[in-house]
Structure formats: C-alpha cells, structure tokens
C-alpha cells in the first residue's frame, strides 16, 4: 500500500513536536487509511475478479463445483496456461437460453415501475414532513427511519398474511361487500410492486426530506404573490429544488430493486422471473457456479452506470455537507 | 408561513404512516392467536411463544444470529469509523476515488452479488463456510453502513476544538480519545445499532456464505416460512422486533441524556 501518499496528514502543528512523535502520528494516520482500505479490496473489491475469473471457467462436478482458476500446483507457468482453459461458453450459454435475457428484461422494468411508483408513494409523505412544524419534524423523522430497524425479511412476510385469497386484506374487502370474490394479489407481480415499495419506502422518503427541508419556502410565496397558481409553483419552484433527492432516492430504490431475490420469491411466487431469483435458483438449485457467476457480472455491468450515478451523488452530498 | 398543517400534509402524512405501520402491527396481533390459521381470530393466547421456546432448532439459529451480529457489528464500527475518517480527513490521498467507491457500492449492491462473490473468495482461499465466513461477510456489508452514519456526524464536526487541545499541549492520540471520540459517539453508537440489526436481518448473503452448524435465525424464519405461514414465526418475528425497538428506544434515550448533561455543563463551564 505505498502508494497511498497522505498529503494532508491531519494539520498537527507538527514542527513543535518531537521527531519520533511525528514519526508515530504519520504511521497511526497511514493505518487509518490503509486498514478499511487493505479490509474493503480483499473482502470487496478482489471477490469481484474472483467471480469474473470463474464466470470464464468450466462446469465440473466437484466440490467446488467448477475447474479451478487458481491453480499454482504446477507452478506459474501452470497458472498462465490456466488462462488458455478460460472461455465464454457460459455468456455464450446466457445469450443461447431465452430465459436469462427476459428474466434480465423484467427485472429492469419491474425495478423501474416499483422506483416511480416508490417516488409517487413517498413524495407526499417526504413533503408533508418537512412542511410539519419543526417540533414534530424530529418525531416524524423517527417513525421514518423506525421500520428500517425491523427485519426486511419480516416485513414482506407481513404482506403474505395480508395478501393471500384468504388474508386480511380479502377478508376486509369481502366483509364491506366492495369484491365478491376474493383477489388475487399473491405471486402475482402487482405483490411484488407492493413489497417493493413498501420495503424501500424510506430509502426514498429520507433523501427527499432532506432536500425539501432545506428549501426555501419564501420563494413559493414570491411565486403566490406574483399570482402562480400552486400546482404551478409546485413543478417549477419546489419540484425542480428537491431534484437531487429525487435522484438519491430513485437510485436507492432502483439498484437493489434489480437484484432482489426476497420479495420476488416470497410474493412472487415460482411464476416471476427476476435475475435475483435466477441467480439462487442456478447457485443453490442446480449448483452450476460458473453459469450463476456470469449472471452476476452481466448484472453488475448492467448496474454499471446507476451505481456511478450514485456515487457521485453521494460525493456531491458530501462536498456540500461540508 | 414555513410551517402549515394544511389538510394535504396531514393526510399523506397518516395514510403514509398508516401503510408503513399496518402490516407490522397485523403481524405483532396474530401472533397472539389461539387459532392455527394466522389470519383468522380465534382469541388472545401466548401459546405460540411457549411454542417458540421449545422449538430447539430456533433457539441454537437465534443464538448464532446474537453472536454473530455482536461480533460483526462492533468489528465494522472500528473499520467504519477508521473509514469515515479516512473520507472525511484526508481528501487528497492516491486510491481515494477508489476507496470511497468500495465504501458507497456495497449499499446498493444487490446482495445476491456481495454474497455469491464473498463465497467463492472464501471457496478460493480455502476457507471453510461457517460461523467465520458470515461474520466476515457481514462486518464487509455493515461497515460501510458504520462509515457513511459516522462520516455524516464528522463533516459537521467543528474542528477547531481539536486544534484547541493540541495547542494546549494534547498529542494526537490524546486529542482524538478526549475530544473527537466523545463527539462523534452518538453517531458511533447509532452506528453500531445499525450494523447490529443488518446482520440481525439479512438472509441472502447470509445464505451463500453460511454453512453447516452456523444456520442464522433469518435462514431459519425463511425456510420455515416457504413451508407456510405459521403463527409461530410471528411470533418469533414479533419477539425480533421487540428487542429491536427496546434496543432503539433505550439508545435514543441514552443520546437525548447524554445531550442534556453536555448541555448543562456547557452552561456551568459558561458561568465559570
């Protein structure tokens, strides 16, 4: 890790203090750095070759269950030959079976229509908190924040008790004589938009009530004053400021959304074809590891350019906390 | 004018609180039902609990969740915090677009990915899958959840209250241990909660890094759950949920405590 030149290395007011000090503090300042940095590429970053070097290789049956990419018992000149051996047989595989490309397909658009729905759900409450007198402001925030602490797993289990034919939620609407039949929601998709939006709706109310906090309300009533009706200050004034909570938490919902396995597989049911599912099905189901490897980087790479979005969104957010 | 109860605000207000709420407290209700069917009533009765603690199964899943959740979550705060700082105190360092990369992207990273990934690193380092293997996986996830609360306390950070001590003398350690640390606690605190009940809660990660003998109450609740829904997982899930919000509601306490008595000290330190 030499390469990490610290250049401004906490502005001690080092020239007063003696040599060895310094020398200390310089070395405790570079483990700083250099500890979650050596932990995230060896847990995070180098996992991700891994997963590519065996996206490359051949099925076996083994345990593991794949020919080994890293084979160095026959010296360096065997792990370069080890290279020869990768090929694309498994994309090639992916691109030959229908199912993989539709499940890829469905997975984007379920995720999308989940992300807007999310923002529909969420955008009011996210407003009418930040419009709440400031003494509630914090109390609201917590009632937010509250159902993140409770199990995901435990949530959309909840959904089934409620949706199923003969669940609460049939049960309420055949009692006030609105259906006559019982619905089908269960493993159905319209479950699966619910469990998503249901679950998610935090990650989008929180970035959107911290933009619409900030905002300026004075120049809605500059705006009421100069005779714009409400509707129009709201898309041209309000809308346009909370634009980058928009973004933060359309990503935060729409990235994880793509890849999730719980709740199309709890809701779902067998019937849903979502890339999360696929994924499990191919590793746990049919343990074929090399094939469930290149779903994952066809995925990640799919991913590519939401997740950079975000990233910059959180460098931006943290420039401007400062 | 800032501030409106207009009727709009209210009603988005209740019905969003009312959607997010509902289904847990559904859930929290029929884990009290006498009957088998969890969604018709049959009247109020603790059986399911007594149930519960009988279910051996549960009981060793539940105690390797608790271990590896407070294994987990206290060694991703140490990383986390040590990450949050790196972000937030050394802007210019080589590798730091990539750093800050692998600390945003594992929060929306689809958790099929982190864990298949973390599984054949393991396989590849001849690691066997277990008890290890989920802590690790875990403390990679929720550190940098530790980092991105710890960091968001420490940009508002008022620097120059370090700058004080070391002019008066304290060294670095010194400084950090008596000035920064103290500071930025809550958001350490909080933090760790959260790490807690991440590991507390994930199933998919947990499910490709885990092995024999190191089943996770999640996993548990899951498989019991593809085989139907039984009012003994609500209330195993009703139980989880409790020790969740005690958790939360004994540290918010804690915070607004400790909050007060800096403040009253404050006001002494002021009096002279």
Known sequence: ?322 | MNTTWSRFNVTSIVLGFAFLYLPIVLLIVFSFNESKLVTVWGGFSTKWYVSLFHNQGLMDATWVTARVGVISATVATVLGTLAALTLTRYTRFRGRILFSGMVFAPLVMPEVITGLSLLLLFVAVGLDRGFLTVTLAHITLTMCFVAVVVQSRLVSFDRSLEEAAMDLGATPAKTFFQITLPVIMPAIVSGWMLAFTLSLDDLVIASFTSGPGATTLPMKIYSQVRLGVTPEINAACTLLIAVVAVGVIVASIANKRREVQRQLDEQAAQRG
């Not at chain 1, 890293?70 to 047989?89: M, T």
């Not at chain 1, 346009?240 to 049911?269: H, K, M, Q, T």
């Open chain 1, 1 to 322: 890790m030499s390469n990490i030149a610290i250049t401004d290395a906490a502005a001690a007011p080092a020239a007063a203090k003696p040599f060895l000090t310094r020398l200390a503090a310089g070395f405790v300042n570079r483990l700083v750095i250099i500890v979650p940095y050596v932990w995230l590429l060896f847990f995070f970053l180098i996992p991700f070759i891994i997963v590519f070097k065996i996206s490359l290789s051949q099925t076996a049956i083994a345990m593991p269950p794949y020919t080994p990419v890293l084979d160095f018992s026959d010296g360096l000149s065997g792990f370069f030959g080890g290279f020869r051996e990768l090929n694309l047989d498994n994309y090639a595989w992916l691109t030959q079976d229908a199912l993989y490309f539709k499940a890829y397909v469905t997975s984007l658009v379920i995720a999308a229509i989940s992300t807007v729905l999310t923002l529909i759900v969420g955008y009011p409450i996210a407003y009418g908190m930040a419009r709440a007198p400031a003494t509630v402001r914090p109390t609201l925030l917590m009632l937010v924040i509250l159902p993140f602490w409770t199990s995901f797993l435990i949530r959309v289990y909840a959904w089934i008790g409620i949706l199923k034919p003969e669940g609460l939620l049939n049960q309420l609407l055949l009692s006030l004589h609105i259906i006559d039949q019982p619905l089908v929601i269960l493993n159905t998709y319209t479950a699966i938009f619910i469990g998503i939006v249901y679950s998610y709706l935090p990650f989008m109310v929180l970035p959107l009530y911290s933009s619409l906090e900030k905002m300026d309300y004075s120049l809605i009533e500059a705006a009421k004053d100069l005779g714009c009706p409400p509707t129009a200050a709201f898309w041209k004034i309000t809308f346009p400021l909370s634009l980058p909570g928009v973004i933060a938490g359309c990503l935060l919902v729409f990235i994880p959304a793509v890849g999730e396995f719980v709740i199309p597989d709890l809701l779902g049911g067998s019937q849903t074809l979502m890339i999360g599912k696929t994924l499990w099905n191919e590793f746990f189901a049919n343990r074929d590891w090399p094939v469930s490897s290149a779903v994952a980087v066809i995925l990640l790479l799919l991913l590519t350019v939401p997740i950079m979005l975000f990233q910059q969104a959180q460098a931006k957010a943290q420039e401007q906390g400062k």
